[in-house]
């Protein structure tokens, strides 16, 4: 089992920067592949990025591609979402999520979910 907590949300202008942190409890965090989720209010929680064990495959929805960068440092048990050139419809409530070895963008097949920390993105 593991336990997620995420970091690094907060208020930001259009065209801003911030880097979420998702730090992991245990010592199999290698086991894990990592995804990052969304939900904006009286939405559905949907799929921003998933990265694989080691780190060298990762997945983007196509809303984020060229803007937000994956990343996971296993030493440190953390993932990490850089998002750059904020829009405002990028506001959200962002989630990272754990499942066994396999990458997966459907949030229904992450049994692991942090809290959640909220990203607004003004105009």
């Known amino acids: 089992q593991v336990q997620l907590v995420e970091s690094g949300g907060g208020l930001v202008q259009a065209g801003g920067s911030l880097r979420l942190s998702c730090a992991a409890s245990?010592?199999?965090?290698?086991?894990?592949?990592m995804g990052w989720f969304r939900q904006a209010p009286g939405k559905e929680r949907t799929f921003v990025a998933t990265?694989?064990?080691?780190?060298?495959?990762?997945s983007y929805t196509d809303s984020v591609k060229g803007r937000f960068t994956v990343s996971r440092d296993n030493a440190k048990n953390a993932v990490y979402l850089q998002m750059n050139s904020l829009k405002p419809e990028d506001t959200a409530v962002y989630y990272c999520?754990?499942?066994?070895?396999?990458?997966?963008?459907?949030?229904?097949?992450?049994?692991?979910w942090g809290q959640g920390t909220q990203v607004t993105v003004s105009s």
């Open positions: 999520a754990a499942r066994a070895v396999r990458t997966s963008i459907s949030p229904d097949e992450y049994p692991y």
């Open positions: 990265i694989g064990l080691s780190g060298a495959m990762t």
């Open positions: 245990g010592r199999t965090f290698g086991s894990y592949a």
